[in-house]
């Protein structure tokens, strides 16, 4: 059976690690020492034997994301198959402007995307030019879609609230062969989705869950008010999900250069693994 992995791009909330502007602790010492960086969440889906791959985001990191992965699977010049986008926020979609006339100039690349997402790209500059010139086709996905990507690995979208200024938010469940992942990058509250988050990471064997934030006090160090930026708190998210360490594995991504957690010495980082979750890093592999 062909082999299928999920390779972990990037971990950081849209503006990456270090962050633009920002000397705090953890972007102080991503400017110093390279292997603390960490680049805007995407992921790959890749068929090495195949020598195929899939993204999920086109983030701003996109150029230096591709040549980590390729050289990794040994797909040095091979283009993604297909981009499945969550939402319209900076660190989602800019990348796809990597794809254009001025860069890789690729020809009818399928870009997976909601209905206003699919008319964002199509009407508004300089979006639009990847459609005229067919750079990208984008295809509309709805809620509950299933979009197969080989014989063995189906995306579903599945649609969660995510203030939704511009376009939908998605999420995403990848089923391999073997395994079923469920990524969610950003959600507002658990409570808003109408989807109870405890009997979905039950239902998976990964959970790549938003982990922007530690607990409230992480906006004490960005000066920002936790009602402008709505991410449910790692702390309320244990919480809930703290009886299904032993069954799912649950990993925290999509951190902010203000998480406490991102440190892997830090005393709060311990608490986290001690209690059976995990904080994914850039690079990470994981065979579904």
């Given at each position: 059976?062909?082999?299928?992995?999920l390779y972990?791009?990037g971990?950081?909330q849209?503006g990456g690690?270090?962050?633009?502007?920002?000397?705090?602790?953890?972007c102080?010492k991503a400017i110093y020492?390279?292997?603390?960086?960490?680049?805007a969440?995407?992921l790959?889906?890749v068929?090495?034997?195949?020598?195929q791959?899939h993204?999920?985001?086109a983030t701003?990191?996109?150029?230096?994301?591709?040549?980590?992965?390729?050289?990794k699977h040994?797909l040095?010049g091979k283009?993604?198959?297909?981009?499945?986008?969550?939402?319209?926020?900076t660190g989602?979609?800019?990348?796809?402007l990597?794809l254009?006339?001025?860069?890789?100039?690729t020809?009818?690349l399928?870009v997976?995307a909601?209905?206003?997402m699919?008319?964002?790209?199509?009407?508004?500059?300089?979006w639009?030019?990847l459609?005229?010139?067919?750079?990208?086709?984008?295809?509309?996905?709805?809620?509950?879609?299933?979009?197969s990507?080989?014989?063995?690995?189906t995306?579903?979208?599945?649609?969660v609230?995510?203030?939704?200024?511009?376009t939908?938010t998605f999420?995403?469940?990848i089923v391999?062969?073997?395994?079923?992942?469920?990524?969610?990058p950003d959600?507002d509250?658990?409570?808003?989705?109408?989807?109870?988050?405890?009997q979905?990471c039950?239902?998976?064997d990964?959970?790549l869950?938003?982990?922007?934030f530690y607990?409230?006090?992480?906006?004490e160090?960005i000066?920002?008010d936790?009602?402008?930026?709505?991410?449910?708190?790692?702390?309320e998210?244990?919480?809930?999900?703290?009886?299904?360490?032993e069954?799912?594995?649950?990993f925290?991504?999509?951190?902010?250069?203000?998480n406490?957690?991102i440190?892997?010495?830090?005393?709060?980082?311990?608490?986290i693994?001690?209690?059976?979750?995990?904080?994914?890093?850039d690079?990470m592999?994981f065979e579904?």
């Amino acid at each position: 059976m062909t082999r299928v992995c999920l390779y972990l791009l990037g971990t950081a909330q849209d503006g990456g690690i270090p962050h633009p502007n920002c000397f705090c602790k953890n972007c102080s010492k991503a400017i110093y020492d390279p292997q603390f960086k960490r680049n805007a969440a995407s992921l790959a889906i890749v068929l090495p034997e195949d020598q195929q791959w899939h993204l999920i985001d086109a983030t701003p990191d996109l150029k230096e994301q591709m040549v980590k992965l390729q050289m990794k699977h040994n797909l040095k010049g091979k283009i993604m198959d297909s981009v499945f986008l969550t939402h319209a926020h900076t660190g989602h979609f800019p990348g796809l402007l990597f794809l254009g006339r001025e860069m890789i100039n690729t020809r009818e690349l399928p870009v997976f995307a909601g209905k206003k997402m699919k008319t964002l790209l199509e009407t508004e500059a300089p979006w639009r030019q990847l459609t005229q010139l067919n750079n990208i086709v984008v295809n509309e996905i709805e809620n509950g879609d299933h979009c197969s990507i080989s014989k063995n690995v189906t995306v579903i979208p599945v649609e969660v609230p995510h203030r939704n200024e511009f376009t939908e938010t998605f999420a995403f469940w990848i089923v391999g062969p073997n395994k079923k992942v469920l990524y969610i990058p950003d959600i507002d509250r658990w409570e808003e989705w109408s989807v109870d988050i405890y009997q979905a990471c039950r239902e998976a064997d990964i959970c790549l869950l938003d982990g922007t934030f530690y607990s409230a006090k992480d906006f004490e160090h960005i000066h920002r008010d936790y009602r402008e930026i709505p991410h449910p708190p790692m702390t309320e998210t244990m919480g809930r999900l703290s009886d299904l360490v032993e069954e799912t594995e649950i990993f925290f991504t999509h951190v902010n250069h203000s998480n406490p957690a991102i440190e892997s010495e830090n005393k709060i980082r311990h608490i986290i693994e001690e209690k059976g979750f995990n904080i994914a890093e850039d690079g990470m592999e994981f065979e579904i």
